[in-house]
């Protein structure tokens, strides 16, 4: 067990509509980040905050947008859902929000868009 | 920019062989490198790192040596198992700049057989 929750594990919706992924960090990390993985795409870095403010940006479509609260919980919000969005959508977390540090994974939340 | 390039699977092996996966990776600078390994159904695991020319990361009875000359970060096992089947994941960080983005390869499925 990692420490990293994700929430829900599965999420099936229809394309235009709105979806918000949810998830709560290793106990004492600060810094959140979000990696979509697709068969065709593979590991894409999306976001990554550290307490609370925007670190790095990746890949991440304008219809997405995240967020980390104080309580440092993160949460992904797709918006405007195309078939192509469907995949499994994963938060990591780590103690420094520096390079080099590893990543603690969620279990992923897997998005299906009909 | 930064990418990482790994051996196409799927990888099979029988049990007790030994377990090569090929990685070489581009980037500016001294990176961090990691093993990531993912089992159905979860998220991706640290399996080692290695953060300077020459270090060797190990763990369950996998290695891997940090080669700045040939740009490599090779996986090997000396006697794999049936656990061990698996999708693994070659990463780098880079140390310097803002931020913690990995990049990943594509990962190499392994699938080891009695």
């Known amino acids: 067990d990692s420490g990293v929750t994700q929430t829900p594990k599965h999420l099936i919706t229809a394309t235009g509509q709105r979806v918000t992924l949810r998830c709560s960090p290793r106990s004492g990390d600060l810094s959140v980040y979000w990696y979509q993985q697709s068969l065709d795409q593979g590991l894409q870095f999306l976001i990554q905050?550290?307490?609370?403010?925007?670190?790095a940006k990746g890949n991440i479509l304008e219809r997405f947008s995240a967020q980390q609260f104080p309580d440092l919980h993160s949460e992904l919000n797709l918006s405007s859902l195309e078939l192509g969005d469907s995949a499994l959508y994963f938060c990591?977390?780590?103690?420094?929000?520096?390079?080099?540090?590893?990543?603690?994974f969620g279990n992923g939340t897997r998005l299906t868009v009909t | 920019g930064n990418s990482v390039t790994q051996m196409e699977g799927p990888v099979t092996l029988s049990e007790e062989a030994f377990l090569t996966i090929n990685c070489t990776y581009t980037?500016?600078?001294?990176?961090?490198l990691f093993w990531y390994v993912q089992y159905p159904g979860e998220g991706l695991q640290l399996l080692l790192k290695a953060t300077k020319a020459d270090d060797k990361g190990s763990n369950k009875g996998f290695e891997a040596t940090y080669r700045k000359e040939t740009t490599s970060f090779h996986l090997e096992k000396g006697s794999v198992q049936v656990s061990d089947s698996a999708v693994y994941f070659c990463a780098l960080s880079p140390v310097t700049g803002g931020g913690n983005k990995l990049t990943f390869g594509t990962g190499t499925q392994l699938k080891v057989e009695l």
């Open positions: 980037a500016t600078g001294y990176p961090s």
């Open positions: 990591a977390s780590s103690a420094s929000g520096q390079g080099g540090s590893p990543l603690h």
């Open positions: 905050y550290y307490n609370g403010e925007e670190r």
